[in-house]
């Protein structure tokens, strides 16, 4: 990919525009989840996860890829659940190394969660997966957060 950085700067403008823009917001979000997936070729699956504290499971929300079976996911369970757990982001560069994992797909090599915050409560999480191994570094974090903070407060 040509520099990440400049990617991701153009993309977090495009996903400004899309959530200051007209409409409800799960069809925004199906809108940056294809958009992510479409432009950055290491993100094979870009997905939402909605939940709470209250009841401590993720629900699949809006998502861009093949569907998936873990539709619904409890805190601490796979990846997604550990960090809704830590409310922090959690990266995963190889999959076949994280025991607590709960497969998509056999072609999934890395994973990427960051959690969606509205007044200073986890309300879900951003999920990527990616058939590259090791492909995320401290600008697919920092970029993905910046997307989730711009969203969760619309939530
Ligand atoms: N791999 C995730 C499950 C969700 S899928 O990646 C869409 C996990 O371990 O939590």
Same mark, same amino acid.
């Given at each position: ?22 409409? @409800? ?11 992510? @997936? ?66 998509? &797909? ?23 997966? &990616? ?25």
């Amino acid at each position: 990919m040509e520099d990440k950085k400049q990617v991701f700067d153009t993309l977090m403008k495009e996903i400004d525009m899309i959530l200051e823009g007209p409409g @409800k917001i799960m069809p925004k979000m199906q809108a940056i989840c294809q958009l992510l @997936k479409d432009r950055v070729p290491y993100y094979d699956w870009v997905g939402f996860y909605l939940g709470d504290d209250s009841t401590r499971m993720l629900e699949l929300g809006p998502f861009a890829g093949e569907p998936t079976v873990h539709v619904k996911i409890p805190f601490g369970s796979g990846i997604c659940g550990q960090a809704a757990e830590r409310k922090e982001p959690f990266t995963v560069q190889d999959v076949s190394q994280e025991l607590n994992y709960l497969s998509c &797909s056999v072609l999934v090599k890395a994973e990427i969660v960051v959690p969606l915050f509205k007044d200073g409560k986890i309300r879900g999480e951003l999920d990527i997966d &990616s058939h590259t191994r090791g492909p995320f570094t401290d600008e697919d974090r920092r970029f993905l957060e910046q997307v989730c903070v711009a969203l969760g407060p619309r939530l």
